[in-house]
């Protein structure tokens, strides 16, 4: 349970605080594709003794580069080449799964196995974690800019490109950390559901940065001691933690949240109907 929730304190965070840029960027689905597409990479890498992170970025890049080669190169647009990549590249890792011989279950790639992180494995979340993290930070400015307006990025110096590939291979890295925690099918949720959350709370990236990795570790936190209480699978409880909290902002945020929203403009309306009469 120690290894587990060091693990998913640590993915939590991470995914959060990408999934800002993600989120207003408008790079969901691409998210998605990613976590996706780097299974048979994983497999690869398990197979041939290499470290995950190496085979992850390089299916994590191959993805992307497929996508651009189909949606320039025919009439196929860009939401039907992500689909059509990224699931092709999943079911390959899923042959892969049920070909490649091992001592240990690989489904665990797939489903998460939090409950099953070794201390090996914790360390190499903490540092593939802590080099996100810090490449984010260091460059947050840049990515930030990226997101608003990569015109006026490139009109004061910057590489539009560069940056976006940067930000693909952190996606990737991003996905190997949360692999341990919750499988390949649900580490979209987190890279998506904190940094949507957060934006439904606050107009302001900054706060936004802050909102997302504090929402996120909460249900972390929250998921797995009911997990552990209502004995149900950790990863699977986390994510809907963040699910659940996801619900209750899109309903009674403040500002923008759909009874916050309604009940601005009934106040609105008392106001003129007031002043008018």
């Known amino acids: 349970m120690v290894r587990a929730l060091l693990t998913t304190l640590v993915a939590s965070v991470v995914c959060a605080v990408l999934s800002c840029w993600l989120v207003l960027i408008g790079w969901s689905l ?34 992307v580069g497929l996508i651009g080669v189909v949606r320039d190169t025919s009439r196929v647009k860009e939401d039907a080449a992500i689909g059509i990549v990224f699931t092709t590249l999943f079911a390959l890792g899923l042959v892969l799964i049920s070909v490649t011989p091992s001592q240990t279950d690989l489904n665990h790639i797939i489903f ?27 460059k947050s400015r840049d990515f930030t800019l990226y997101a608003f307006d990569r015109t ?98 899109y309903l009674a945020s403040p500002r923008h949240g759909l009874l916050g929203t309604r009940w601005a403009a009934r106040r609105r309306r008392l106001r003129r109907e007031r002043a008018a009469a």
């Open 152 to 249: 006026h990025a490139h009109a004061i110096g910057l590489r539009p490109r560069l940056l976006g590939a940067v930000l693909l291979g952190l996606l990737a890295l991003t996905a190997v950390v949360a692999l341990q925690a919750v499988g390949v099918v649900l580490v979209v949720a987190m890279l998506i559901i904190p940094g949507a959350t957060a934006y439904l709370l606050t107009d302001r990236f900054g706060r936004m940065l802050v909102l997302a990795p504090v929402i996120s570790a909460s249900c972390a936190v929250i998921g797995l001691y009911a997990s552990y209480y209502l004995d149900t699978a950790p990863g699977g409880t986390v994510v809907l933690a963040q699910g659940a909290a996801f619900a209750l902002v």
């Open 30 to 63: 691409m998210g998605d594709a990613v976590a996706h597409a780097v299974l048979p990479g994983v497999v690869l890498a398990y197979v041939v003794g290499a470290p995950f992170a190496l085979g992850a970025v390089v299916f994590g890049f191959l993805a």
């Open 112 to 138: 998460g196995n939090l409950l099953g992180v070794s201390w090996p494995e914790l360390t190499q979340v903490m540092v593939l974690g802590a080099v996100v993290l810090a490449v984010l930070l260091i």
